[in-house]
């Protein structure tokens, strides 16, 4: 046991000499004061019978009390066979490794390293990285290696209220870091639990507002509250294309065909120039079926929202490359959580309608107008019938979709702009 012989009145009156010297506290340690009036803690001990001697810190670090427990704990790991200094450089080293690899920096290589072995498209990598930044930048400057479920539990649990259906997205991200940190050897195991199976948030059904009054009172609302321009314009190909939103941020102008289309001429081959018509052809990969044989999803572009492409196009100028841009960067697209911010908190819709929600508008209107059902699955890009089916939908029933499309506008502005609306029945004749 430690003798304890210093007092701190002898520390204070340690002063420097013409040569080194040591006053001892007892049991090996002791305090080195060096010519120049530098001042530390040292302790020896035997190590395989050999005497050894560690530095354990400079004074103006460790007072007398904390450099009596920090040779206690030395003299136990010496006793159990531990090289102080080798103990001493294996901790400095970790430190050095710990502040070199925070959470934001190994999230980034993570990103980086896995979209390439995924083939991620940019937009794909752009989410990724949104969704990290936004749900998970209270771990952004923590060592990857104080990651653990308690410290990442409030983040997640906050998602449960603010983005239950992103919450299980990154959550599976953060897992596939932590496990890619596991094989880097900085962690000895992933901290998180496994995935439940009842955390499947994603299947359910989103809450949706399928009465046209009350969507009309939506549109009047997202209209006055004037978000950003890329905000405002995922919005509208929300309502008037009935995408997801994954697949409405990412639009490029090049994926549009603003200036007429090729229109089938009845039921014939035939096709003839109409400059009155657009389409949008959304890339397979960006959708949620991404079976390339089924091509891109075309969207025939109603009336009000093709001119509004057409105003955008021109004030955006000829080098833009996307429809929705970043409010901060034009190069970088919007992301999901941006347009599902702005229905929940700006529109306050939390709980009610999202932006997803508007593929369950389009289907409950026009299912409840009678129209027809093959088309309205098509222009959700569900399959409808076999191959074959599918086939002939591309080819011949996109005119039919284009109808149904115009109709739904028309259903919509009416509502939004107050006029009255009727609910056709299911007797009324198919568009």
Same mark, same amino acid.
């Given at each position: 046991?430690?003798?304890?012989?210093?007092?701190?009145?002898?520390?204070?009156?340690?002063?420097?000499?013409?040569?080194?010297?040591?006053?001892?506290?007892?049991?090996?340690?002791?305090?080195?004061?060096?010519?120049?009036?530098?001042?530390?803690?040292?302790?020896?001990?035997?190590?395989?019978?050999?005497?050894?001697?560690?530095?354990?810190?400079?004074?103006?670090?460790?007072?007398?009390?904390?450099?009596?427990?920090?040779?206690?704990?030395?003299?136990?790991?010496?006793?159990?066979?531990?090289?102080?200094?080798?103990?001493?450089?294996? /901790?400095? %080293?970790?430190?050095?490794?710990? @502040?070199?690899?925070?959470?934001?920096?190994?999230? &980034?290589? #993570?990103?980086?390293? $896995?979209?390439?072995?995924?083939?991620?498209?940019?937009?794909?990598?752009?989410?990724?990285?949104?969704?990290?930044?936004?749900?998970?930048?209270?771990?952004?400057?923590?060592?990857?290696?104080?990651?653990?479920?308690?410290?990442?539990?409030?983040?997640?649990?906050?998602?449960?209220?603010?983005?239950?259906?992103?919450?299980?997205?990154?959550?599976?991200?953060?897992?596939?870091?932590?496990?890619?940190?596991?094989?880097?050897?900085?962690?000895?195991?992933?901290?998180?639990?496994?995935?439940?199976?009842?955390?499947?948030?994603?299947?359910?059904?989103?809450?949706?507002?399928?009465?046209?009054?009350?969507?009309?009172?939506?549109?009047?609302?997202?209209?006055?509250?004037?978000?950003?321009?890329?905000?405002?314009? /995922?919005? %509208?190909?929300?309502?008037?294309? @009935?995408?997801?939103?994954?697949?409405?941020?990412? &639009?490029? #102008?090049?994926?549009? $065909?603003?200036?007429?289309?090729?229109?089938?001429?009845?039921?014939?081959?035939?096709?003839?120039?109409?400059?009155?018509?657009?389409?949008?052809?959304?890339?397979?990969?960006?959708?949620?079926?991404?079976?390339?044989?089924?091509?891109?999803?075309?969207?025939?572009?109603?009336?009000?929202?093709?001119?509004?492409?057409?105003?955008?196009?021109?004030?955006?100028?000829?080098?833009?490359?996307?429809?929705?841009?970043?409010?901060?960067?034009?190069?970088?697209?919007?992301?999901?959580?941006?347009?599902?911010?702005?229905?929940?908190?700006?529109?306050?819709?939390?709980?009610?309608?999202?932006?997803?929600?508007?593929?369950?508008?389009?289907?409950?209107?026009?299912?409840?107008?009678?129209?027809?059902?093959?088309?309205?699955?098509?222009?959700?890009?569900?399959?409808?019938?076999?191959?074959?089916?599918?086939?002939?939908?591309?080819?011949?029933?996109?005119?039919?979709?284009?109808?149904?499309?115009?109709?739904?506008?028309?259903?919509?502005?009416?509502?939004?702009?107050?006029?009255?609306?009727?609910?056709?029945?299911?007797?009324?004749?198919?568009?």
């Amino acid at each position: 046991m430690a003798k304890h012989l210093l007092t701190d009145r002898d520390i204070r009156n340690a002063k420097k000499r013409a040569k080194p010297y040591r006053l001892f506290d007892g049991d090996g340690l002791a305090l080195w004061v060096s010519p120049t009036g530098m001042r530390s803690w040292q302790l020896r001990y035997r190590l395989n019978g050999t005497e050894q001697t560690a530095t354990l810190g400079k004074l103006e670090r460790l007072t007398l009390g904390q450099a009596r427990v920090a040779a206690d704990t030395a003299r136990k790991l010496a006793v159990d066979g531990e090289h102080l200094t080798t103990v001493k450089r294996a /901790a400095k %080293l970790k430190r050095r490794t710990d @502040a070199a690899n925070t959470f934001g920096t190994f999230a &980034a290589a #993570w990103m980086a390293r $896995e979209s390439r072995r995924m083939k991620w498209t940019p937009d794909y990598r752009t989410e990724v990285e949104a969704s990290l930044k936004n749900h998970l930048s209270d771990l952004t400057h923590l060592p990857i290696t104080k990651i653990t479920a308690a410290v990442a539990a409030p983040a997640l649990l906050a998602m449960e209220l603010t983005a239950p259906h992103m919450v299980e997205k990154v959550r599976r991200r953060l897992r596939a870091i932590l496990d890619e940190a596991v094989e880097h050897g900085l962690i000895t195991g992933n901290p998180l639990p496994a995935m439940r199976r009842r955390n499947k948030l994603e299947r359910k059904h989103y809450p949706a507002v399928t009465d046209l009054v009350e969507l009309g009172a939506i549109l009047r609302a997202a209209r006055a509250a004037d978000p950003c321009k890329g905000i405002q314009r /995922a919005h %509208l190909l929300l309502v008037f294309a @009935a995408l997801r939103v994954s697949e409405v941020v990412g &639009a490029k #102008w090049a994926e549009f $065909e603003l200036d007429g289309v090729d229109v089938a001429i009845g039921d014939s081959q035939r096709t003839k120039r109409d400059p009155t018509a657009g389409n949008w052809s959304v890339p397979r990969e960006r959708m949620k079926r991404k079976d390339e044989a089924r091509g891109p999803h075309v969207v025939p572009l109603p009336s009000a929202l093709l001119a509004d492409l057409r105003e955008w196009h021109e004030a955006d100028g000829a080098s833009a490359i996307y429809v929705c841009p970043a409010p901060r960067d034009a190069s970088k697209p919007i992301t999901p959580e941006g347009v599902e911010k702005f229905y929940r908190s700006a529109l306050e819709l939390g709980g009610k309608h999202s932006p997803h929600s508007w593929r369950s508008a389009f289907s409950t209107v026009a299912r409840e107008a009678g129209k027809v059902s093959d088309a309205v699955e098509s222009q959700l890009d569900h399959v409808v019938g076999t191959a074959v089916a599918s086939a002939y939908d591309r080819a011949k029933r996109l005119e039919l979709r284009r109808g149904l499309m115009q109709w739904y506008e028309q259903q919509l502005i009416a509502a939004r702009d107050g006029a009255t609306v009727i609910n056709i029945g299911k007797r009324q004749s198919k568009t």
